[in-house]
């Protein structure tokens, strides 16, 4: 598992999100653009070869395997690559997390990249953020891992501006319970429990190495 510390300021911090945040929300936009557009053949082919040039300038220079979690000296977190709050993952829609005390909540908009049943949100995305405002919900610091997750579909959620909220039930050794759900404007459209542990290694006194 890969979290690695990086020897830069704050400065160097913004410069990156400022650098890397616009590419990302470009190609959100070109992702919804690819779903969405009716332009004639050979416009698709243009830009076909347009994205594939572009692809490969970027492939020019780049790390092996995924991004990882990256923190700099003074404890800030850059977990870029995650796929529900990268800044720099096209496919994170990408939400950001509020926390208030024992609670989390993020309002966020899901568009057509989401969608499974005709103008609805893919359940398995609904499970995605889900997933993941549980778990951060389930700790402000140390990395809780997801043991089991619940949910209760009680209708279909539209694709649009959407809020998910979580807040910590009871907490029993390693383990915290959460619960939270997914509304639309009309209410809860998703229920959820989740079950996170502290995985060994981040425990106290352990000398376990993350695998
Ligand atoms: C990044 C920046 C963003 C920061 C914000 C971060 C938010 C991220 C949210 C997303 C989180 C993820 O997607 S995490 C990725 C998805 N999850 C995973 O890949 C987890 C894979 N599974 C595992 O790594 C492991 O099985 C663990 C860590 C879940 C548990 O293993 P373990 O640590 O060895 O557990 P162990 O000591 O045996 O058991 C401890 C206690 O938990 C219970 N227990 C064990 N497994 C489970 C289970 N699956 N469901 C329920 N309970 C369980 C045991 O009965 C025991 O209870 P008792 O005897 O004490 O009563």
Same mark, same amino acid.
């Given at each position: @598992? /890969?979290?690695?510390?990086?020897?830069?300021?704050?400065?160097?911090? *913004? /410069?990156?999100?400022?650098?890397?945040?616009?590419?990302?929300?470009?190609?959100?936009? #070109?992702? =919804?653009?690819?779903?969405?557009?009716?332009?004639?053949?050979?416009?698709?082919?243009?830009?076909?070869?347009?994205?594939?040039?572009?692809? *490969?300038?970027?492939?020019?220079?780049?790390?092996?395997?995924?991004?990882?979690?990256?923190?700099?000296? =003074?404890?800030?977190? @850059?977990?870029?690559?995650?796929?529900?709050?990268?800044?720099?993952?096209?496919?994170?829609?990408?939400? +950001?997390?509020?926390?208030?005390?024992?609670?989390?909540?993020?309002?966020?908009? #899901?568009?057509?990249?989401?969608?499974?049943?005709?103008?609805?949100?893919?359940?398995?995305?609904?499970?995605?953020?889900?997933?993941?405002?549980?778990?951060?919900?389930?700790?402000?610091?140390?990395?809780?891992? +997801?043991?089991? #997750?619940?949910?209760?579909?009680? /209708?279909?959620?539209?694709?649009?501006?959407?809020?998910?909220?979580?807040?910590?039930? /009871?907490?029993?050794?390693?383990? +915290?319970?959460?619960?939270?759900?997914?509304?639309?404007?009309?209410?809860?459209?998703?229920?959820?429990?989740?079950?996170?542990? #502290?995985?060994?290694?981040?425990?106290?006194?352990? +000398?376990?190495?993350?695998?």
């Amino acid at each position: @598992m /890969r979290f690695t510390a990086e020897d830069i300021d704050g400065h160097e911090v *913004a /410069r990156r999100e400022a650098l890397y945040g616009p590419l990302a929300e470009a190609v959100r936009e #070109l992702v =919804d653009a690819t779903i969405r557009t009716e332009v004639d053949a050979a416009a698709v082919q243009e830009v076909e070869a347009t994205v594939r040039a572009a692809t *490969a300038r970027l492939r020019d220079r780049q790390i092996d395997g995924a991004f990882g979690v990256r923190y700099t000296e =003074d404890g800030r977190i @850059m977990p870029w690559g995650n796929v529900v709050i990268g800044l720099r993952n096209p496919i994170a829609p990408p939400l +950001t997390v509020h926390r208030e005390r024992d609670r989390c909540w993020s309002e966020f908009t #899901l568009g057509a990249a989401y969608e499974g049943p005709p103008g609805h949100v893919h359940g398995g995305i609904c499970a995605l953020v889900l997933d993941h405002v549980l778990g951060s919900a389930s700790s402000p610091e140390k990395p809780n891992f +997801t043991g089991t #997750l619940t949910l209760r579909y009680r /209708r279909a959620t539209p694709l649009g501006p959407l809020r998910a909220e979580a807040r910590i039930d /009871r907490v029993d050794g390693v383990k +915290t319970y959460v619960v939270g759900a997914l509304s639309d404007s009309d209410g809860v459209t998703v229920e959820a429990e989740g079950v996170f542990i #502290l995985p060994v290694w981040a425990r106290e006194g352990s +000398t376990t190495t993350p695998t």
